[in-house]
């Protein structure tokens, strides 16, 4: 019936313990069995006999020159195939993902910190430069494509902007199912909701914050089969792990010595730690990189439990008893995210496990930074490159502090994953650059308070002379 990889692909409850498998067929966004996270996995081979196995990380560059002739060629998600043969790449639902930049970055990395003398080099994997704006596209186009091949009418997410505004786009460009968003009271750029609005998705606003929107539409699916997005859905982060492979092509298929992301729900960092997990073992690669995952100080759950109460993966036997007494102190402390960096103003991350598997592949480690120091390193993202979102540059600023603190060399290779679009969020760039009261005075609560990168207009008469003045002095 399904046009699904049958036979070798099947999803598994990522604790070890626990182990049950799911038919590929089968929508669930946890274990039936112990309430743990679901992977898709690959018997590889089986893969091998009926399908094929990439014979060498070439080959996915190869793809791109058959884009003229094949849909699934022409996306940077489904030309890594054979990395994600969940469905036949016939199958696949694609508006052009994947197609992002990698950027090395003088300037950011003079910034950080580096030593270019040294051959110390930042780069910058514009996400952004997605259909959507954002890296979610990478995910959409696989939970999308399942969703299609289930015969999904409707699918839905809670989001903090970035989530909804890639669903919403999938749905009105590919007709394929409607889009059902939901979102917290005030707390979405405007970039992002507008996006919604625009391609027609229903928007579901409800009183509360992303966690209370999360919590919601996880039921509301359970309850009407409506088809889940959000990044607890195993599928979303098999596209992901294509974002190293891109990474990884655009340095001539070197692995790089760190990965650096912004932490949310933490999907993102979870389907990185697949990815190179997953090429170890099919032996494309010899190394791993490490890993740094950057969140806000204002929502800093990851942080505090893996840095502060060290919290690891322990093989998959993860102390589950540390994660409900953080909580439970969160919920009693009244705690809620809170940074200007909404795209990962999360506090219970729901990939957190998966993250913590990921870390401990890849060596990972933690930082969190403030909204102040996010914001002056989207400035100088923005001087030096193209630009991206405040939580984005979480990721630069992490960077530098990792550098002070001597846990990332100044002559290493560094990639900052840049996750979504400048555009999204103009409100914080302009805030930011100008230091208007009215829309300045919420970064100040947030503890912005230095705009050493601000970039002003300059005020002039309307006056020919005046105005040339003024050029001169700039
Ligand atoms: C979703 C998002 C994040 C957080 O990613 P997770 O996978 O949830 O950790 C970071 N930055 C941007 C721009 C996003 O849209
Ligand atoms: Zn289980």
Partial sequence: MYHLTHGFAFQRCISPDCGVTLDIGEVATACPKCGSLLDVVYNREQQGRQTGLPAKLSDFETRWSQRGASRAAFSGVWRCHSLVPFVTEQECVTVGDGQTLLHASAGVGEYVGMDAKRRGTLYL??????????????????????AKLLGATRAACASTGNTSASLAMYASVTGVAKAVIFIGSGRIAYGKLSQGLDYGAQTIQIDGDFDDAMARVQEVSKKSGIYLVNSVNPFRLEGQKT?????????????????????????NSSSFGKAFIELKELGLIDRI??????????????????????????????DHAKIDAFYAQMNAEGRHADTIASAIEINRPVNLVKCLRALDAMNGVVRKVTDQEILNAKARVGACGFGCEPASAASVAGVKKLIEEDVIGKDERVVCILTGHQLKD???????????????????????HETPFGNPPVQVPNDLDAILAAIQRG
């Fill in 289 to 318: 990189p490490r890993l740094a995952v950057i969140n806000a100080a204002g929502a800093d759950t990851l942080y505090r439990l893996y840095e502060g109460q060290g919290l690891r993966w322990s093989g998959g036997r993860v």
């Fill in 125 to 146: 994997q514009y996400e952004g430069m997605n259909p959507s704006g954002s890296f979610k596209d990478n995910g959409m186009t696989a939970a999308f494509t399942h």
């Fill in 243 to 267: 974002i190293m492979l891109r990474v990884l092509e655009a340095l001539r298929w070197k692995v790089p010595d760190w990965i650096v992301v912004p932490g949310g729900n933490l999907g």
């Fill in 426 to 448: 103009p409100d914080a760039t302009v805030a930011y650059h100008t230091r208007k009261p009215e829309i300045f005075a919420k970064y100040e609560k947030h503890g912005v």
